[in-house]
Protein backbone atom coordinates (compact mmCIF):
# COMPACT_ATOMS: atom_id res chain seq x y z
CA UNK A 1 0.00 0.00 0.00
CA UNK A 2 2.45 2.25 -1.03
CA UNK A 3 2.13 6.47 -0.90
CA UNK A 4 0.16 6.52 2.57
CA UNK A 5 2.30 7.21 5.11
CA UNK A 6 1.82 5.23 8.00
CA UNK A 7 3.46 3.76 11.07
CA UNK A 8 2.30 -0.18 11.53
CA UNK A 9 1.84 0.04 15.29
CA UNK A 10 0.97 -3.15 17.57
CA UNK A 11 -1.11 -5.97 16.22
CA UNK A 12 -3.35 -8.49 17.37
CA UNK A 13 -5.43 -11.23 16.20
CA UNK A 14 -9.06 -10.37 15.76
CA UNK A 15 -10.35 -14.19 16.10
CA UNK A 16 -10.18 -16.13 19.14
CA UNK A 17 -11.38 -19.73 17.71
CA UNK A 18 -12.46 -21.19 21.17
CA UNK A 19 -14.17 -18.17 22.05
CA UNK A 20 -16.67 -15.49 20.46
CA UNK A 21 -17.36 -13.45 23.61
CA UNK A 22 -15.28 -10.81 21.48
CA UNK A 23 -18.44 -11.06 19.00
CA UNK A 24 -22.19 -10.10 18.61
CA UNK A 25 -23.84 -12.04 15.54
CA UNK A 26 -27.40 -11.49 14.26
CA UNK A 27 -29.43 -12.80 11.06
CA UNK A 28 -30.13 -16.34 9.29
CA UNK A 29 -26.54 -16.98 7.97
CA UNK A 30 -24.65 -19.55 10.51
CA UNK A 31 -21.08 -18.12 11.99
CA UNK A 32 -18.77 -20.92 13.41
CA UNK A 33 -15.42 -21.45 14.49
CA UNK A 34 -13.91 -24.01 12.58
CA UNK A 35 -10.20 -24.06 14.32
CA UNK A 36 -8.33 -21.38 13.32
CA UNK A 37 -11.09 -20.20 11.07
CA UNK A 38 -14.24 -18.24 11.14
CA UNK A 39 -16.67 -19.63 8.82
CA UNK A 40 -19.97 -18.23 7.28
CA UNK A 41 -22.36 -20.48 5.37
CA UNK A 42 -25.83 -19.53 3.26
CA UNK A 43 -28.60 -22.62 3.27
CA UNK A 44 -30.82 -21.64 0.81
CA UNK A 45 -33.20 -23.78 1.87
CA UNK A 46 -33.20 -20.42 5.34
CA UNK A 47 -33.00 -17.25 3.55
CA UNK A 48 -31.83 -14.72 5.22
CA UNK A 49 -28.63 -12.33 6.30
CA UNK A 50 -26.38 -13.30 8.75
CA UNK A 51 -23.60 -10.96 10.20
CA UNK A 52 -20.95 -10.98 12.78
CA UNK A 53 -19.28 -8.43 14.19
CA UNK A 54 -16.49 -7.05 16.87
CA UNK A 55 -17.79 -5.81 19.98
CA UNK A 56 -14.33 -3.75 19.91
CA UNK A 57 -14.92 -0.57 17.70
CA UNK A 58 -11.51 0.72 15.61
CA UNK A 59 -11.32 3.87 13.75
CA UNK A 60 -7.63 4.14 11.88
CA UNK A 61 -6.21 0.46 11.34
CA UNK A 62 -4.59 -2.05 9.09
CA UNK A 63 -7.09 -4.91 8.43
CA UNK A 64 -5.27 -8.69 7.10
CA UNK A 65 -6.49 -11.52 6.55
CA UNK A 66 -7.23 -14.68 4.38
CA UNK A 67 -10.87 -15.10 2.85
CA UNK A 68 -11.75 -18.53 0.90
CA UNK A 69 -15.15 -18.50 -0.76
CA UNK A 70 -16.81 -21.81 -2.69
CA UNK A 71 -17.96 -21.76 -5.65
CA UNK A 72 -21.24 -19.26 -6.40
CA UNK A 73 -20.63 -17.54 -3.10
CA UNK A 74 -21.04 -13.83 -1.97
CA UNK A 75 -20.31 -12.22 1.11
CA UNK A 76 -18.75 -8.43 2.33
CA UNK A 77 -16.66 -6.85 5.13
CA UNK A 78 -17.79 -4.39 7.18
CA UNK A 79 -15.59 -1.52 8.38
CA UNK A 80 -16.42 1.71 10.49
CA UNK A 81 -19.64 0.18 10.95
CA UNK A 82 -21.36 2.60 14.06
CA UNK A 83 -23.12 0.21 16.61
CA UNK A 84 -26.70 0.46 16.97
CA UNK A 85 -29.71 -1.13 16.62
CA UNK A 86 -29.69 -2.88 13.47
CA UNK A 87 -32.31 -4.77 11.06
CA UNK A 88 -32.20 -6.97 8.34
CA UNK A 89 -32.95 -4.53 5.59
CA UNK A 90 -33.43 -0.92 4.79
CA UNK A 91 -31.26 1.33 6.59
CA UNK A 92 -31.30 -0.56 9.52
CA UNK A 93 -29.00 -3.08 7.82
CA UNK A 94 -25.55 -2.61 8.11
CA UNK A 95 -23.68 -0.43 5.62
CA UNK A 96 -26.49 1.14 5.26
CA UNK A 97 -28.16 4.64 5.95
CA UNK A 98 -26.65 8.11 6.20
CA UNK A 99 -24.76 7.15 8.89
CA UNK A 100 -23.67 3.54 8.25
CA UNK A 101 -20.32 2.12 7.81
CA UNK A 102 -18.68 0.49 4.79
CA UNK A 103 -19.39 -2.54 3.42
CA UNK A 104 -16.27 -3.96 0.94
CA UNK A 105 -17.70 -6.58 -1.26
CA UNK A 106 -16.59 -9.98 -1.75
CA UNK A 107 -18.24 -11.38 -5.32
CA UNK A 108 -16.67 -13.21 -8.33
CA UNK A 109 -19.97 -13.42 -9.68
CA UNK A 110 -20.91 -9.62 -9.92
CA UNK A 111 -18.74 -8.05 -12.82
CA UNK A 112 -20.51 -4.79 -11.89
CA UNK A 113 -19.23 -5.49 -8.27
CA UNK A 114 -16.51 -7.59 -8.24
CA UNK A 115 -14.18 -7.70 -5.04
CA UNK A 116 -12.93 -5.00 -2.91
CA UNK A 117 -16.09 -2.99 -4.50
CA UNK A 118 -16.82 -0.70 -1.82
CA UNK A 119 -20.46 -0.87 -1.90
CA UNK A 120 -22.45 2.00 -3.36
CA UNK A 121 -19.58 4.12 -3.31
CA UNK A 122 -16.70 2.76 -5.94
CA UNK A 123 -16.36 0.00 -7.76
CA UNK A 124 -13.13 -2.13 -7.38
CA UNK A 125 -10.82 -1.02 -10.29
CA UNK A 126 -9.90 -4.67 -11.36
CA UNK A 127 -10.69 -8.27 -10.34
CA UNK A 128 -7.88 -10.14 -8.60
CA UNK A 129 -7.98 -13.57 -6.64
CA UNK A 130 -10.93 -15.88 -7.40
CA UNK A 131 -13.73 -18.38 -5.99
CA UNK A 132 -12.51 -21.73 -4.26
CA UNK A 133 -8.71 -20.96 -3.09
CA UNK A 134 -7.40 -18.80 -0.37
CA UNK A 135 -7.06 -14.97 -1.28
CA UNK A 136 -5.79 -12.24 1.11
CA UNK A 137 -6.67 -9.34 1.53
CA UNK A 138 -5.66 -5.94 3.31
CA UNK A 139 -8.21 -3.11 4.04
CA UNK A 140 -6.78 0.09 5.58
CA UNK A 141 -8.36 2.89 6.98
CA UNK A 142 -7.07 6.12 8.05
CA UNK A 143 -8.55 9.22 8.25
CA UNK A 144 -10.46 9.57 5.14
CA UNK A 145 -8.99 7.51 3.17
CA UNK A 146 -9.59 3.74 2.36
CA UNK A 147 -7.25 0.98 0.52
CA UNK A 148 -7.93 -2.50 -0.21
CA UNK A 149 -5.83 -4.47 -1.56
CA UNK A 150 -6.30 -8.58 -2.86
CA UNK A 151 -3.40 -10.61 -3.24
CA UNK A 152 -1.24 -7.96 -3.07
CA UNK A 153 -2.67 -5.87 -5.73
CA UNK A 154 -4.37 -2.81 -5.17
CA UNK A 155 -8.06 -2.58 -6.13
CA UNK A 156 -9.53 0.17 -4.47
CA UNK A 157 -8.79 3.57 -3.30
CA UNK A 158 -11.42 6.08 -1.71
CA UNK A 159 -10.35 9.53 0.18
CA UNK A 160 -13.60 10.57 1.65
CA UNK A 161 -15.12 8.02 3.65
CA UNK A 162 -16.71 9.53 7.11
CA UNK A 163 -14.04 9.38 10.32
CA UNK A 164 -15.93 7.70 12.61
CA UNK A 165 -15.37 4.78 15.56
CA UNK A 166 -16.79 1.42 14.66
CA UNK A 167 -16.78 -1.95 14.88
CA UNK A 168 -15.32 -4.22 12.32
CA UNK A 169 -18.23 -6.94 11.07
CA UNK A 170 -18.63 -10.28 8.06
CA UNK A 171 -21.61 -11.21 6.08
CA UNK A 172 -23.57 -13.37 4.13
CA UNK A 173 -26.38 -12.55 1.86
CA UNK A 174 -30.02 -12.46 2.55
CA UNK A 175 -30.03 -14.78 -0.80
CA UNK A 176 -27.99 -16.77 -2.97
CA UNK A 177 -28.63 -19.29 -6.05
CA UNK A 178 -27.21 -21.89 -3.99
CA UNK A 179 -25.46 -23.22 -0.56
CA UNK A 180 -21.95 -21.76 -0.21
CA UNK A 181 -19.36 -21.24 2.57
CA UNK A 182 -17.24 -18.33 3.06
CA UNK A 183 -13.79 -18.53 5.38
CA UNK A 184 -12.13 -16.45 6.85
CA UNK A 185 -8.47 -17.15 9.04
CA UNK A 186 -5.65 -15.30 10.01
CA UNK A 187 -7.58 -11.94 10.83
CA UNK A 188 -5.13 -9.38 12.42
CA UNK A 189 -6.05 -6.12 13.04
CA UNK A 190 -3.14 -3.32 13.71
CA UNK A 191 -3.23 0.35 14.45
CA UNK A 192 -1.86 3.16 12.43
CA UNK A 193 -0.38 6.43 13.22
Same mark, same amino acid.
Given at each position: ??????? !??????????? =???????????????????????? =???????????????????????????? $???????????????????????????? $??????????????????????????????????KWNEME??????????? !???? $?VNRFNQ??????????? !????? $???? !?????????????
Open positions: MAGLSLV !VKAQKPLFDEV =DFSGWQSFGVGAWTAEGAELVGRF =DKNKPGPGYIFTREVFTDFRLALLFHIS $SGGRSCIYVREPRRKWGLDGENRPGSGP $SGGYEVLIDYQDRDNPTGTISNIQKSKRLVGSEAILCKGSEIRIS !VAGQ $SLRVQPGVIGFA !VPGTA $SQDF !VVRFRNIVISSVA
